[in-house]
């Protein structure tokens, strides 16, 4: 019977996770609140003034990256979903360098190497207007952006491939 009603109160608290921080509060919700409603965090890195940068992803099929900026008193300045069009602007091929792009949009959904081209290519699914898209991040060897570009997902919702 305690199992029962164990396993109901973690469904009951499961059910009340937030996908996207809906209820979260800037300037008053806590880290700790933030982490209990998103779930765990997949990357962290520090910011400009005891700032620090808490990134939950809803890879691949969520097609979103959610960037909690937390400030040095432990409270949420801000929560952002970094996979849109306005953040993909601040990208340029021969300049952006692969931390920048980490720091963007979080860790890549996945990575593929091509060694005898010297590249590396990290992909997150996205979501756009019309259709599931596939953002590609093309580096050299060296962490310089060479090639960045959104196409359709073929496997995508919206698409010509088997998820439509």
């Known amino acids: 019977m305690l199992r029962r009603i164990l396993l109901l109160a973690l469904v009951a608290l499961t059910g009340c996770a937030s996908y996207d921080g809906r209820g979260l509060v800037p300037g008053r919700s806590t880290e700790a609140q933030v982490e209990a409603l998103m779930g765990p965090a997949v990357y962290r890195r520090a910011g400009p003034g005891g700032d620090k940068y808490v990134y939950y992803s809803r890879l691949p099929f969520g097609r979103e990256m959610y960037v909690a900026?937390?400030?040095?008193?432990?409270?949420?300045?801000?929560?952002?979903?970094?996979?849109?069009?306005?953040?993909?602007?601040?990208?340029?091929?021969?300049?952006?360098?692969?931390?920048?792009?980490?720091?963007?949009?979080?860790?890549?959904?996945?990575?593929?190497?091509f060694a005898r081209m010297g590249r590396e290519i990290w992909e997150y699914p996205w979501r756009g207007l019309t259709s599931d898209r596939l953002l590609l991040v093309q580096y050299s060897y060296d962490g310089i952006v060479r090639e960045f570009y959104s196409i359709e997902d073929p496997q995508g919702v919206g698409s010509d491939g088997d998820g439509a």
């Not at 949420?76 to 996979?83: D, I, P, S, T």
């Not at 952006?96 to 190497?113: E, S, V, W």
């Open 69 to 113: 900026t937390i400030d040095g008193s432990g409270t949420l300045k801000v929560l952002e979903q970094r996979l849109q069009e306005r953040y993909f602007a601040k990208v340029q091929p021969g300049v952006t360098r692969a931390d920048d792009i980490r720091a963007l949009f979080g860790p890549p959904h996945r990575i593929d190497k």
